[in-house]
């Protein structure tokens, strides 16, 4: 018997104390499920003959054999069994004899502490018969108590008798597959062993046959253990919205890593990663699906599709910094305005946003400084510093020098339509056919040739539109013709 050394009345630890406890040390507090190793995973050694439960990290018989079935055996008979039946989740599982006769086995484990008294406690495991089984049992219990429990009835063939706080009715047969039993009770506060077995007496139990042509008892598999409080908040798979990907970049997927939770990513039914927020790299549209069991081991889905896209082709960023505009005036900022793209606007040191439109028309009274934060849709990011000035506008136009006529004969003179305005003037220029048909679209860095499509234009009279910008002057229209001679 194994026996320890407390007393129950004293140890009795309130809840919001024993989280500031569990903080102080250094211990994870968000821990759900109550019960160490629930899949039975961790393990010293592989098992390799029958009755091996002990390489099983934290489970340990509390009677007669009982069977551990790990991937990592080399035992012909336990790797049969994992053939047949794998494990529900990941590498292994426990087997006994619930039931049947006068002969039942009994496996179980320490709780981390005494359970809370009053407190609503929830249990869920996962089940199958084994398809040889000649019986199988109308009932599977749980037992907790302050120590191991002592097989006490019969001496041989032994097992125990005790009222066990969880009791589920019902008959699994060797069709079934694995089977969620799940429950509740209210703890007392004595509670700090748990045994998986039958409690109830023989004449109580009603076995009925499951192969009639089985070779053993009623032995079944166990896998995916809970213990947990009912009122536990539970997450769901949540792979993220579906996103596009610069081409050659990574993206990190996900949108939550809980040291409890189990994660499994597929393509096309392919795992491709037990990571909770991996990291992918595509060169096609993928969609991936994933799977996640939460600290009870219930399963949720999601799916995630990523896009690649060649973002040299995406526009980030704005690229204005000094915009000046007449006083009174209001002038537009901002370069564009997508609706796969997310703008937010602020005004330092004001960190609030004020706006999330693309382009913003703004009207101030003094100098102000603006700064945008742009996210385009492959989750890019880029910032642009803007600042304002207004200023006291002439209300004279630029003043333009415009030739009536050029001679693009390639002698070195006057072979360009050429304009001639102050210094930092921006020029707009087009120039049309008399048609109306455009040749040519132009700036003060690129005068008009006299071409169109490197081919030139027939002698006669053209026409253009210019527009030129330099503050504090009004921007200034101006449209007219020349005339293209020899």
């Known amino acids: 018997m194994i026996t320890r050394d407390y007393n129950i009345t004293q140890n009795r630890i309130r809840p919001a104390l024993l989280l500031l406890l569990l903080l102080a040390i250094g211990v994870p507090a968000y821990v759900q499920n109550l019960l160490p190793n629930p899949s039975f995973e961790s393990r010293?050694?592989?098992?390799?003959?029958?009755?091996?439960?002990?390489?099983?990290?934290?489970?340990?018989?509390?009677?007669?054999?009982?069977?551990?079935?790990?991937?990592?055996?080399?035992?012909?008979?336990?790797?049969?069994?994992?053939?047949?039946?794998?494990?529900?989740?990941?590498?292994?599982?426990?087997?006994?004899?619930?039931?049947?006769?006068?002969?039942?086995?009994?496996?179980?484990?320490?709780?981390?502490?005494?359970?809370?008294?009053?407190?609503?406690?929830?249990?869920?495991?996962?089940?199958?018969?084994?398809?040889?089984?000649?019986?199988?049992?109308?009932r599977y219990q749980l037992l907790f108590s302050v120590d191991k429990p002592l097989q006490n009835y019969p001496p041989l063939p032994s097992f125990i008798l005790d009222s066990a706080q969880f009791t589920y009715y019902g008959y699994v047969t060797k069709t079934d597959p694995w089977t969620n039993i799940s429950g509740s009770f209210v703890a007392d506060g004595t509670e700090r062993f748990m045994t998986f077995g039958v409690f109830d007496p023989l004449e109580s139990i009603a076995p009925i046959i499951n192969n009639p042509n089985g070779t053993s008892s009623a032995y079944y598999y166990i896998d995916d253990v809970a213990l947990y409080p009912c009122n536990a908040p539970v997450e769901v798979a949540d792979a993220g919205p579906d996103r596009h990907v610069c081409l050659g970049d990574s993206v990190q997927v996900g949108t939550h890593e809980l040291a409890e939770y189990r994660y499994y990513w597929y393509i096309d039914s392919v795992l491709v990663s037990r990571e909770a927020r991996p990291v992918f790299s595509i060169t096609q549209p993928t969609t991936y699906v994933l799977l996640v069991k939460d600290f009870k081991f219930d399963e949720s889905w999601d799916t995630l599709i990523l896009y690649p896209v060649n973002c040299d082709t995406i526009p980030l960023g704005c690229g204005q910094k000094d915009v000046f505009v007449c006083q009174e005036d209001s002038t537009l900022l901002g370069c564009h305005d997508r609706q796969d793209f997310h703008y937010t606007w602020r005004q330092p040191p004001d960190t609030s946003v004020f706006a999330t439109n693309g382009q913003i028309w703004v009207k101030p009274e003094s100098?102000?400084?603006?700064?945008?934060?742009?996210?385009?849709?492959?989750?890019?990011?880029?910032?642009?510093?803007?600042?304002?000035?207004?200023?006291?506008?002439?209300?004279?136009?630029?003043?333009?020098?415009?030739?009536?006529?050029?001679?693009?004969?390639?002698?070195?003179?006057?072979?360009?339509?050429?304009?001639?305005?102050?210094?930092?003037?921006?020029?707009?220029?087009?120039?049309?056919?008399?048609?109306?048909?455009?040749?040519?679209?132009?700036?003060?860095?690129?005068?008009?040739?006299?071409?169109?499509?490197?081919?030139?234009?027939?002698?006669?009279?053209?026409?253009?539109?210019?527009?030129?910008?330099?503050?504090?002057?009004?921007?200034?229209?101006?449209?007219?013709?020349?005339?293209?001679?020899?």
């Not at 494990?87 to 709780?111: H, I, Q």
């Not at 502490?113 to 929830?122: A, E, K, N, R």
């Not at 742009?374 to 209300?395: A, F, H, K, M, Q």
């Open 367 to 486: 100098s102000t400084q603006y700064v945008l934060h742009t996210t385009d849709y492959t989750g890019r990011e880029s910032y642009d510093t803007i600042r304002l000035i207004p200023v006291n506008c002439n209300r004279d136009e630029v003043p333009l020098l415009i030739p009536n006529a050029f001679s693009p004969n390639g002698d070195g003179l006057n072979d360009y339509f050429e304009i001639f305005a102050p210094p930092g003037t921006q020029l707009d220029v087009m120039i049309f056919s008399r048609w109306g048909n455009q040749l040519f679209h132009g700036d003060q860095s690129r005068p008009w040739d006299g071409t169109y499509h490197n081919i030139p234009v027939p002698l006669g009279t053209y026409y253009y539109s210019i527009k030129a910008t330099l503050p504090p002057y009004r921007p200034t229209i101006v449209t007219g013709n020349v005339t293209v001679v020899k």
């Open 44 to 138: 010293n050694c592989c098992p390799e003959s029958p009755n091996d439960l002990h390489c099983c990290d934290n489970w340990e018989m509390v009677n007669s054999s009982v069977e551990y079935y790990h991937y990592c055996t080399s035992y012909p008979p336990l790797i049969d069994v994992l053939n047949v039946r794998p494990p529900r989740t990941d590498s292994a599982f426990v087997a006994s004899v619930f039931g049947s006769g006068n002969y039942r086995e009994y496996f179980g484990c320490w709780l981390p502490s005494l359970l809370v008294l009053g407190q609503v406690y929830c249990v869920s495991f996962w089940i199958a018969i084994s398809p040889y089984s000649i019986k199988t049992v109308d």
